[in-house]
T-cell receptor
Framework: DADVTQTPRNRITKTGKRIMLECSQTKGHDRMYWYRQDPGLGLRLIYYSFDVKDINKGEISDGYSVSRQAQAKFSLSLESAIPNQTALYFC??????????????FGPGTRLTVL | AQSVTQLDSQVPVFEEAPVELRCNYSSSVSVYLFWYVQYPNQGLQLLLKYLSGSTLVKGINGFEAEFNKSQTSFHLRKPSVHISDTAEYFCAVSGGSNYKLTFGKGTLLTVNP
């Protein structure tokens, strides 16, 4: 079984709809992250969480919100989706003990299309 | 602040040829460097990492990279590529107490027969 899973893997939605992307991990890591990937732009950090009670904005958090329901679960929400949020979204995890290295482990991604 | 520049957005090569994917970084603190690979329709997978010690690091699938502090580079190399190496490769840097893993924009390696 995969250590970091994301659901759904693909989603098509319409402008203005609320959508939630979910991430679960079995690695026992404290830290979790949400990134979006756009062609030619690499990965950009949306939100990150160092533990259940610690959630922080990344470089492109506008239009997104997150919830850390448990150590193993971290959800990303788009309250009112817009077409420029069409992208590939990745969840990642890392150990807090390795914070200064910050090696991260990635899920398979969710491809989101907003029409 | 830290940043990563991947100098080539696309690198086409023929099978069995050598390849080098270039990465330069900037950081005001000690750095830890990573190369990740993304195969088509998949997530990112760690290829190799430099944390300390020997500046030549070996990774999976025959890849290696050399950390050059004076040139602030961490280029990825493979002496002979295969069709299956076709993927996008990302260089990333993390430094000191900074939580953040900063990624380059990626290099698409296409291996042709």
């Amino acid at each position: 079984d995969a250590d970091v899973t994301q659901t759904p893997r693909n989603r098509i939605t319409k402008t203005g709809k609320r959508i939630m992307l979910e991430c679960s991990q079995t690695k026992g890591h404290d830290r979790m992250y949400w990134y979006r990937q756009d062609p030619g732009l690499g990965l950009r950090l949306i939100y990150y969480s160092f533990d259940v009670k610690d959630i922080n904005k990344g470089e492109i958090s506008d239009g997104y919100s997150v919830s850390r329901q448990a150590q193993a679960k971290f959800s990303l929400s788009l309250e009112s989706a817009i077409p420029n949020q069409t992208a590939l979204y990745f969840c990642a995890t890392s150990e807090s003990l390795a914070a200064s290295y910050n090696e991260q482990f990635f899920g398979p991604g969710t491809r989101l299309t907003v029409l | 602040a830290q940043s990563v520049t991947q100098l080539d957005s696309q690198v086409p090569v023929f099978e069995e040829a050598p390849v080098e994917l270039r990465c330069n970084y900037s950081s005001s603190v000690s750095v830890y460097l990573f190369w990740y690979v993304q195969y088509p329709n998949q997530g990112l997978q760690l290829l190799l990492k430099y944390l300390s010690g020997s500046t030549l690091v070996k990774g999976i699938n025959g890849f290696e990279a050399e950390f050059n502090k004076s040139q602030t580079s961490f280029h990825l190399r493979k002496p002979s590529v295969h069709i299956s190496d076709t993927a996008e490769y990302f260089c990333a840097v993390s430094g000191g107490s900074n939580y953040k893993l900063t990624f380059g924009k990626g290099t698409l390696l296409t291996v042709n027969p």
